[in-house]
Antibody
Framework: IRLVQSGDEVKKPGTSVRLSCKAS????????ISWVRQAPGQGLEWMAW????????SFAQRFQDRITMTTDTSTSTAYLELRGLTSDDTAVYFC?????????????????WGQGSVVTVSS | QSVLTQPPSVSAAPGQKVTISCSGT????????LAWYQQLPGTAPKLLIF???KRPSGITDRFSGSKSGTSGTLDITGLHTGDEAVYFC???????????FGTGTKLAVL
């Protein structure tokens, strides 16, 4: 099982970035993909989740207005678009296979991760 | 700002045991299962524990997890220098409707 992410990006403030995450080694449509980012020297921050089965989504509130996620089941690829970039969006962005489900409580876990895509926002 | 609190750092000698704590509330750890991740420098996080106390295939039994009330712990036994990493806990927060991560704990094997 592998998740391979797109390359590093350098963007100007106010622009958008689109990242991809190509999955292999499992049936893509059986699980979801979450996106997690990590600012330099900081911890992990969950951004959003998308079901590769039906396209359902869930977002962290702070990103709700700036994110679009899609999947292409023909290529087993998930995409994240983040708009209105600021310097605070400079981070490593990871996609992760999301094997979460509910069983008397939420069982949230990310069992395979992409290698990360570095996004640098600078004027 | 993380809602799950971890000690910033822990340390122990090779061969010893260390415990990393993760403190939350009734809206997150108190109601949901916990996961633990290991992040080696410059790499993506790696799942160590899911469902609070289960290990994925391929994870050594030197790593074990538990949960009680609104807190969880990760125990690492038989420490060696290869375990030096940052460890994060994570769960779902019902109030935030979001996945929340702990603040992260840096392990030093001295």
């Amino acid at each position: 099982i592998r998740l391979v992410q797109s390359g590093d990006e350098v963007k100007k403030p106010g622009t958008s970035v689109r990242l991809s995450c190509k999955a292999s080694g499992y049936t893509f449509t059986t699980l979801g993909i979450s996106w997690v980012r990590q600012a330099p020297g900081q911890g992990l921050e969950w951004m959003a989740w998308i079901s590769a089965n039906n396209g359902a989504t869930s977002f962290a509130q702070r990103f709700q207005d700036r994110i679009t996620m899609t999947t292409d089941t023909s290529t087993s690829t998930a995409y994240l678009e983040l708009r209105g970039l600021t310097s605070d969006d400079t981070a490593v962005y990871f996609c992760a296979r999301d094997s979460s489900n509910y069983d008397g409580g939420w069982r949230i876990f990310f069992d395979y991760w992409g290698q990360g895509s570095v996004v640098t926002v600078s004027s | 700002q993380s809602v799950l609190t971890q000690p910033p750092s822990v340390s122990a000698a090779p061969g010893q045991k260390v415990t990393i704590s993760c403190s939350g509330t009734t809206s997150n750890i108190g109601k949901n299962f916990l996961a633990w991740y290991q992040q080696l420098p410059g790499t993506a996080p790696k799942l160590l524990i899911f469902d609070s106390d289960k290990r994925p295939s391929g994870i050594t039994d030197r790593f074990s997890g538990s949960k009680s009330g609104t807190s969880g712990t990760l125990d690492i036994t038989g420490l060696h220098t290869g375990d030096e990493a940052v460890y994060f806990c994570a769960t779902w927060d019902d109030n935030l409707s979001a996945v929340v991560f702990g603040t992260g704990t840096k392990l030093a094997v001295l």
